[in-house]
């Protein structure tokens, strides 16, 4: 089964959880501010903290993290461009890459729904293009969130939803490049130590933030931040993972976040990379409708697989 190196993924999901942890239900610790530490929250959910730098982009990313979230609900969409090249594919994946005839277009993947932070539930919604490995067939998916439940199914698997407690999901947490902390009063520690982890690492690594301007997302004003990432560094990570595909190797990558000014939350990521080996790939993150009403409801019972 195909695998991106373990270092590169982690230092990419790291990235993308600088980001996201803006969003999560947990609260801060106090400590140092900048790059090196998180600062302390702000008595306003969500608000920016009172040391809060706005002409500084480290300052805005580490506010945004650490922030008191206060955070009851937002609208989620994760949409992904690009193409990827069969004879990678083919080969990352080995004996099970027979099935990949052609470069495979993910142009028009996307994931859509709400996420209801104040009681545990979310709806979401998936999207992936017709793809010749599935026979040219468009997927659809979708995935509730409901009372320590998820339910789940795929226009592959039939009609009905599968239905795992949350329990039952501790196995794949663990097999995740990063910690994925429970809800509750470790989770808060928890999520501002990785984030302080992959901060440090990337800090190591060279990465460098940049304020780029404000810019208009979804009418609101947002403080728009460059990261540059290390190609070097990234490159040399994977060439010394011994499960690395021959050739692979990155030539290009931006990382972007927009952070709302007034209430210093995430307003929109977007990750882009390219390779002559590999395609090219564009994940763009948009959050929406913080705090607005959510209702999540479970399937019928009529609309669920029995339990084996």
């Not at 600062?39 to 959910?45: E, F, I, L, N, T």
């Amino acid at each position: 089964m195909f695998r991106v190196p373990r270092p590169a993924l982690t230092l990419l999901a790291g990235l993308i959880l600088v980001a996201a942890s803006a969003c999560s239900s947990a609260a801060a610790t106090p400590g140092a501010g900048g790059i090196q530490g998180v600062a302390g929250a702000s008595a306003a959910g969500g608000a920016a903290s009172a040391a809060l730098n706005p002409n500084d982009p480290e300052s805005i990313i580490t506010a945004a993290i650490s922030g008191e979230s206060g955070v009851k609900s937002f609208h989620i969409n994760l949409a992904v461009n690009g193409t990827l090249k069969a004879a990678f594919l083919k080969q990352a994946a080995g004996t099970e890459g027979a099935m990949i005839t052609s470069d495979v277009t993910l142009d028009g993947t996307a994931i859509d729904g709400d996420v209801d932070v104040a009681n545990a539930a979310a709806h979401l919604t998936l999207n992936v293009p017709a793809l010749a490995m599935f026979g040219g067939q468009a997927i659809t998916g979708d995935l509730i969130l409901k009372d320590n439940a998820v339910y789940y199914k795929a226009s592959l698997l039939g009609p009905n939803y599968t239905k795992m407690d949350l329990s039952s999901l501790s196995s794949l947490a663990s097999s995740l490049p990063v910690a994925v902390p429970t809800a509750g009063a470790a989770a808060s520690s928890a999520i501002v130590d990785e984030v302080n982890q992959i901060r440090a690492a990337m800090q190591q690594a060279g990465v460098k933030a940049t304020l780029v301007g404000v810019e208009q997302i979804g009418g609101k004003d947002a403080n728009h931040i460059n990261i540059s990432v290390p190609i070097d560094y990234l490159n040399a990570q994977i060439a010394a993972e011994a499960s690395a595909v021959p050739g692979m190797k990155i030539d290009s990558a931006s990382v972007d976040f927009w952070v709302y000014t007034d209430t210093n939350r995430l307003a929109k990521a977007e990750i882009k990379g390219a390779s002559s080996a590999i395609g090219t790939i564009d994940i763009v993150l948009t959050i929406t409708n913080y705090d607005q009403p959510v209702t999540v409801s479970a399937p019928a019972a009529g609309d669920v697989n029995p339990s084996k």
